[in-house]
């Protein structure tokens, strides 16, 4: 008797791409149902800053925007100012929102707080430091 030869079984492409898209649907659902994803959102009250040094000295931007961002604010840029003069601390709304303007001004001990709306804001807000940086609350 001839023996027989043995067919090697192959797995196609098509099918490998089928199963594991399949599995991915069923990953996806699985995390929708069971709520895993929830705590992953972004939070309603998420908003982005710039810091601008106002004063002229070294650093200024950069030492803000790390006490910021221990505190949990989001700083986006960092940079200077168009003139080194600001005596004040300000705040600019980029985006009208009155609200958030009320909470950073409250948190960071901002008293002026100015309202320039750009037509494709960058950030939601602009932190320009001035010489009364030391009155600022930038503590976590």
Same mark, same amino acid.
Request: net charge positive; no cysteine.
């Given at each position: 008797?001839?023996?027989?030869?043995?067919?090697?079984?192959?797995?196609?492409?098509?099918?490998?791409?089928?199963?594991?898209?399949?599995?991915?649907?069923?990953?996806?659902?699985?995390?929708?149902?069971?709520?895993?994803? /929830?705590? %992953?959102? !972004?939070?309603?009250?998420?908003? *982005? $800053?710039?810091?601008?040094?106002?004063?002229?000295?070294?650093? &200024?931007?950069?030492?803000?925007?790390?006490?910021?961002?221990?505190?949990?604010?989001?700083?986006?840029?960092?940079?200077?100012?168009?003139?080194?003069?600001?005596?004040?601390?300000?705040?600019?709304?980029?985006?009208?929102?009155?609200?958030?303007?009320?909470?950073?001004? /409250?948190? %960071?001990? !901002?008293?002026?707080?100015?309202? *320039? $709306?750009?037509?494709?804001?960058?950030?939601?807000?602009?932190? &320009?430091?001035?010489?009364?940086?030391?009155?600022?609350?930038?503590?976590?």
């Amino acid at each position: 008797m001839a023996a027989r030869k043995k067919k090697k079984r192959t797995i196609s492409p098509a099918a490998v791409i089928i199963v594991l898209a399949l599995l991915l649907m069923g990953f996806s659902i699985a995390v929708r149902w069971s709520g895993i994803g /929830r705590n %992953l959102s !972004v939070p309603e009250d998420s908003f *982005q $800053i710039e810091v601008l040094n106002g004063t002229g000295e070294p650093g &200024v931007a950069r030492e803000v925007t790390m006490r910021l961002r221990s505190m949990g604010i989001d700083v986006l840029l960092e940079g200077n100012a168009q003139r080194f003069d600001y005596r004040e601390t300000v705040l600019v709304d980029r985006k009208g929102n009155p609200e958030l303007m009320k909470k950073l001004s /409250r948190r %960071l001990g !901002v008293s002026r707080v100015i309202i *320039q $709306i750009q037509e494709r804001p960058r950030v939601d807000a602009t932190l &320009v430091v001035g010489w009364d940086r030391e009155r600022l609350r930038l503590q976590p």
